[in-house]
Nanobody, 121 residues
């Protein structure tokens, strides 16, 4: 079993910054990729950013240039630095990790419980 624990959400004014963290624990072979998704009230969950163990990144167009994803492979932790926040960034942010328990096994998606980010105008 793998657990993902997020931290760093909160209330911030528009234009401000927040940093989210997500630490993975448990027994596994690899975690690749790791990423962040978000779900605003009344909307579907959407991709924010992902990062591979080699450092390749992918961002939603709506956050490019404002958000930066990074990871510490030794700590099995992924971060999301969010700058120039806008009210439309308000959502519950979920950590995601694709985990292989053995070298020969298929990957399985795990999700954190989510952390609320609220951006006031």
């Amino acid at each position: 079993q793998v657990q993902l624990v997020e931290s760093g959400g909160g209330l911030v004014q528009a234009g401000g910054s927040l940093r989210l963290s997500c630490a993975a624990s448990g027994t596994f072979f690899t975690i690749n990729p790791m990423g962040w998704f978000r779900q605003a009230p009344g909307k579907q969950r959407e991709l924010v950013a992902t990062i591979t163990s080699g450092g390749s990144t992918n961002y939603a167009d709506s956050v490019k240039g404002r958000f930066t994803i990074s990871r510490d492979n030794a700590k099995n932790t992924v971060y999301l630095q969010m700058n120039s926040l806008k009210p439309e960034d308000t959502a519950v942010y979920y950590c995601n990790a694709n985990v292989r328990s053995r070298a020969w096994s298929n990957g399985r998606d795990y999700w954190g419980k989510g952390t609320l980010v609220t951006v006031s105008s």
